[in-house]
């Protein structure tokens, strides 16, 4: 089975900085990979999905993710952040040969003014 | 427009009762999952149907059951069998297959059992 794993499970950092959102992922076939923004009490929004091509993908609200091959890693960055980033990203891949979705535990960015 | 409903926002119920949580999709979609969201551990897959009258269990679907005898229903029926029913509840739909379709998520129903 694959699995996910996000780093950080809370990433503190004051508005207008920098972040980057850890996620790595275990599979021995090529895989799909997706990040999902969720407000609170909310379900969840897709943010950007890798499927293949340029490694670099871009997203909504300024997020942008980096698709490492070698590394199995799929990081979001974003070059600064604003207050209304809060909320909780959840990274998912999604292999070649399966319907279902694997998802992290999720990383709670709180973003301080 | 297009997505996912799940009704009621939030559900209550007493320890011992079945309770039906419900998800409807105008997307055209033929897959369909539930998830349960637990604080810290993500999302666990609790049943997912790729077509209709057909359904498959996920990683933890001890305690639920579901239906789908619509293309654009997939309710969810929590059971008293479920030892820890308390949790955010997520329904989600796709296009199966092997293309790189994500999925929509519903806006959830938070279920609180005393």
């Known amino acids: 089975a694959q699995s996910v794993t996000q780093l950080d499970s809370q990433v503190p950092v004051f508005e207008e900085a920098p972040v980057e959102l850890r996620c790595n992922y275990s599979s021995s076939v090529s895989v799909y990979l997706f990040w999902y923004v969720q407000y609170p009490n909310q379900g969840l929004q897709l943010l950007l999905k890798y499927l293949s091509g340029s490694t670099l993908v871009k997203g909504i609200n300024g997020f942008e993710a980096e698709f490492n091959k070698s590394q199995t890693s799929f990081h979001l960055r974003k070059p600064s952040v604003h207050i209304s980033d809060t909320a909780e990203y959840f990274c998912?891949?999604?292999?070649?040969?399966?319907?279902?979705?694997?998802f992290g535990s999720g990383t709670k960015l709180n973003v301080k003014p | 427009d297009g997505g996912i409903t799940q009704s009621p926002k939030y559900l209550f119920r007493k320890e011992g009762q079945n309770v039906t949580l419900s998800c409807e999709q105008n997307l055209n979609h033929d897959a369909m999952y539930w998830y349960r969201q637990d604080p810290g551990q993500g999302l666990r897959l609790i049943y997912y149907s790729q077509i209709v009258n057909d359904f498959q269990k996920g990683d933890i679907a001890e305690g639920y059951s579901v239906s789908r005898e619509k293309k654009e229903s997939f309710p969810l029926t929590v059971t008293s069998a479920q030892k820890n029913p308390t949790a955010f509840y997520l329904c989600?739909?796709?296009?199966?297959?092997?293309?790189?379709?994500?999925?929509?998520f519903g806006p959830g129903t938070r279920l609180t059992v005393t």
């Open positions: 998912a891949v999604r292999g070649y040969n399966f319907n279902k979705f694997y």
């Open positions: 989600a739909s796709s296009i199966p297959g092997r293309d790189a379709y994500e999925q929509y």
